[in-house]
Each structure stands twice: as structure tokens, then as C-alpha cells.
């Protein structure tokens, strides 16, 4: 197994690897009572965790929410929590999610506000889950006004990414969460650079990118929980990625949105004067090399519009993550209209 310890005032371990589930009944040991929140396709990977809680002694039980984006709503949240009235959950017990960044987000959010907080554990189930939100502690859920608008800071009790459950994930699934980990490499660890370079799937070192991507994950959010200075670099790329995912009502899956924002982010960059022409080629290059999408072809007005209200703007003030130089990342503050239209033509444009 792999381990990558994440800081903080409440530190706990992301575990990465084959059969890691397994050790759940560890992470909770004595706790009462726990709620397995999951969709309906993870059934029997809940119906597993249920297994080993209640082996461990815990009283577990299941909660089904609807799959994808579709469980990030209000109305899901509400009809959990009465579920969790059901069940008895108290400030000793825990919640479980099991599945992927959506799920991740919706069970983290309902363990941070049931009891004003109890326990959450993670059992990522996608490459998007296990390196993006199962950790640092962000849940949220969607309003129609944007993406995660609601959420609260809550970080889990540990994460279990049991790397077992990637081989059955859809291609498409496992490409787009891949697009986390590419931009871990453009902010922090050119050795991911190389190794996707080496085999753009990711398959042969799953592991190892993984693991790297937690890495530059547990570094920042370690650093900074509340997402005020070097963890906002973290969401290179998620802008404009962001902006697609709600212009498209969620259509696009969130790594493939992402994609196309660090092409936009990289060109920025170009514009402003910070990054080079073929550092910024070198995000399309690989990127394509991934499968991954590099143009959208959309309303440019009305993803200015969402840009404006996503929870990195300040005010009226738009703010990008670029960067200064591979690895090198900082913050773009009121970019000229020009530059935001040359990185608009940039991904809207055959290239």
C-alpha cells in the first residue's frame, strides 16, 4: 500500500492501492453507527464496505442517492439527512461515501452539516475521486446559480483509494480523471508530465500518478485548509472548467471541462506575458495525446457570466490561476478583456 499522510490540525492517511477497502473497519473501529452513502451502480461495493463495518462491530447501514451530479442537490442532501434521522446518527457516528467526485462531494457535505459535523470516511471509486475530492476536505453541492456554491471545509477521517475498483471503469471515466492529475503535473511535479508523455493512458503507472497527485494535494491543502492562499492553485484549469460544467448542465464530465480550461489558463498565461508559447503547447500536446478535449465551441458571453460568480472571483473581479513557468503557479487578477479573448480563440478555434 501507499500512503501519503495528509496535515493539518486533524491529520489522516489517503491510502492508495489494491484491497484497500479493506481497511475500514480500522479507520472506524468503535464507532457506533455508520450511514454508506452511495448510487445505485456501487450497490455491491457498498453492500462490501456495510460487510466490513459490521464485521468490525459497527452498525452500518446503506443511504442511496441518485448517480453523478444529479445527488449534489438540496433536495438529495434534505433527503438524507432524514434517513440519517432514521438511522440514529449521532455526533459518535460516521458517514461513508462510497463512489466518485460527485458522491465524494454530497457525503462529505452531509457529514459536515448532520450534527454539525460528524466523521466522513472516503472510499474513492474514480481517478477523478481518489485524487481530487475525496481530499483536502472540500464538500459542496450545486445551486442554479453554480457549481459547489454550497459546501462547508470538512476533511474526512482518511481515504481509502483502492485502486481494485479502477479496472472496471469506463475508459471515457478514467481518461477525463486523468485530467486532475495531468494539471498536478503542470503546478507541481513535472515527473507526472513525463511518466503520462511516456504512456498517455496513465494505466501503466495508475498507481504511481496517483500517488503523486495526492502528493501535490496533501502538500497544499496541509498548507492551506481554507482554500486563502497556496491551495487555490489547485484550481488551474477549473474557471472556465467550471464555467463549461454549468453552461452545459453538467454534460460534460468535470475532467474534460477541466481540460479544456488549462488550454485556456495556459494561453492566458501566454498572453500575460508568463508563460511561454511552448509551455502552453506543450498543455495541448499532451492533452490531446490523452484523449482529453482541448476546444469547446460555446457562449463565450455566458461563460463570462458564470466565471464572474465562481468562488475564485472576488467582487466583479475575475481571478485565473496561471502560470509563471511550468510548476511555477500564481494568480492572474483582472486579466485585459484582449487577453481573455485570445484564450477564448485559443480553445474555441481549430488550432
Not at 490540525?9 to 452511495?38: C, F, M, N, R, S
Not at 466490513?52 to 452500518?60: D, E, F, N, S, W
Request: hydrophobic share 45%; with cysteine; glycine share 12%.
Amino acid at each position: 500500500m501507499r500512503r501519503v499522510t495528509v496535515g493539518g490540525e486533524k491529520p489522516y492517511d489517503v491510502v492508495i492501492g489494491p484491497g484497500a477497502q479493506v481497511e475500514l473497519g480500522l479507520v472506524l473501529a468503535g464507532t457506533p453507527k455508520a450511514a454508506v452513502v452511495h448510487a445505485p451502480p456501487l450497490a455491491a461495493l457498498a453492500g462490501a464496505a456495510v460487510e466490513t463495518l459490521q464485521t468490525a462491530g459497527v452498525a452500518a447501514e446503506a443511504v442511496v442517492v441518485p448517480d453523478g451530479e444529479a445527488a449534489k442537490t438540496a433536495e438529495v442532501a434534505a433527503q438524507a439527512w432524514e434517513q440519517f434521522g432514521r438511522l440514529g446518527l449521532t455526533r459518535s457516528d460516521a458517514v461513508v461515501g462510497v463512489g466518485g467526485g460527485a458522491v465524494t462531494d454530497l457525503a462529505g457535505f452531509l457529514a459536515a452539516t448532520w450534527t454539525r459535523g460528524v466523521r466522513v470516511v472516503h472510499l474513492p471509486t474514480s481517478v477523478l475521486g481518489m485524487v481530487d475530492a475525496a481530499v483536502g476536505g472540500k464538500t459542496g453541492i450545486n445551486t442554479g446559480a453554480g457549481k459547489n456554491l454550497v459546501g462547508a471545509f470538512h476533511p474526512p477521517a482518511g481515504v481509502l483509494a483502492d485502486t481494485d475498483v479502477l479496472a472496471g471503469l469506463p475508459e471515457a471515466e478514467f481518461r477525463a480523471g486523468m485530467a486532475e492529475v495531468v494539471k498536478c503535473g503542470f503546478i507541481a511535479d513535472g515527473e507526472i508530465l513525463d511518466l503520462l508523455a511516456a504512456d498517455p493512458t496513465g494505466r501503466r503507472d495508475t498507481e504511481e500518478l496517483i500517488e503523486r497527485a495526492v502528493r501535490v494535494k496533501a502538500d497544499a491543502v496541509g498548507q492551506d485548509l481554507f482554500d486563502t492562499g497556496v491551495r487555490e492553485y489547485l484550481n488551474y484549469g477549473h474557471t472556465l472548467g467550471h464555467a463549461i460544467e454549468r453552461v452545459e448542465d453538467f454534460g460534460w464530465r468535470h475532467g474534460e471541462a477541466v481540460a479544456v480550461g488549462l488550454v485556456f489558463a495556459a494561453e492566458l498565461g501566454v498572453q500575460a506575458g508568463r508563460l511561454s508559447r511552448a509551455e502552453a503547447d506543450r498543455h495541448r500536446e499532451l492533452l490531446t495525446a490523452m484523449g482529453l478535449p482541448t476546444r469547446y465551441d460555446g457562449d463565450w458571453a455566458a461563460l463570462q457570466s458564470v466565471m464572474r460568480v465562481d468562488k475564485k472571483a472576488r467582487g466583479a473581479t475575475l481571478r485565473f490561476v496561471v502560470l509563471d513557468g511550468l510548476g511555477n503557479p500564481g494568480i492572474l487578477t483582472d486579466p485585459e478583456p484582449a487577453w481573455l479573448d485570445a484564450a477564448w480563440a485559443a480553445v474555441s478555434e481549430e488550432q
